[in-house]
């Protein structure tokens, strides 16, 4: 299992132990992260699995890819550390791992 914390717009934070092999998002619906929608299943469209990382978990884990870039501009999330949580594999290298999500899907 894999320590990764949610922070929601009004601060409050929750800790989940997450499952490798699944993404951040599944794991977020499976726990009961209510912020994560996630309303296209994680096929990368909807939007609504945003999450705000650290500029330094950003630059570990990378910048959104190229079908994932354009859904976050879409949503109008201008946040520059922006990442669908659908699109992050949990592994082990996420240990500890802390994001927030935005008011937008409070
Ligand atoms: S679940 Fe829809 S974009 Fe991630």
Do not use: K
């Amino acid at each position: 299992m894999v320590r990764i914390t949610f922070i929601d717009a009004g601060g409050t934070r929750r800790e989940i132990a997450a499952r490798e092999g699944l993404s951040l998002m599944e794991n977020a619906v499976a726990q009961g992260i209510e912020a994560i929608a996630a309303v296209c299943g994680g096929n990368c469209y909807c939007g609504t699995c945003r999450v705000h990382l650290t500029p330094e978990w950003f630059e570990r884990l990378g910048p959104p890819g190229d079908y994932e870039g354009p859904v976050i501009d879409a949503s109008g999330d201008a946040h520059p550390c922006a990442r669908l949580a659908c699109q992050l594999p949990v592994t082990e290298a996420l240990e500890g791992l802390v994001v927030e999500t935005p008011a937008s899907q409070s």
